[in-house]
C-alpha cells in the first residue's frame, strides 16, 4: 500500500463546525488523499512549464 499523503489525526482534529467536531468518513480520506495528489501534480507540470524545479504557491 503507498504511503498517505495526508495526516488522518491532522484531519480529523480540523474537522470543526462552529467549534464542535465532525466524524469523518474513510471515503473522504481516500478522496482528500486523490484530491491533494491531482493538486501536486497540477503544480509540478506548472514550474515546469515555467522553467522551474521549485512549486510555489502561484502553481495552485
Known amino acids: 500500500m503507498a504511503k498517505s499523503i495526508i495526516v488522518k489525526s491532522q484531519v480529523k482534529e480540523s474537522a470543526r463546525l462552529e467549534g464542535k467536531p465532525l466524524s469523518v468518513s474513510e471515503e473522504f480520506y481516500k478522496a482528500l488523499e486523490d484530491k491533494n495528489k491531482k493538486l501536486i501534480e497540477e503544480a509540478c507540470r506548472r514550474a515546469k ?12
Not at 512549464?49 to 495552485?60: G, H, K, V, W
Open 49 to 60: 512549464q515555467n522553467s522551474r524545479n521549485t512549486i510555489m504557491a502561484r502553481d495552485l
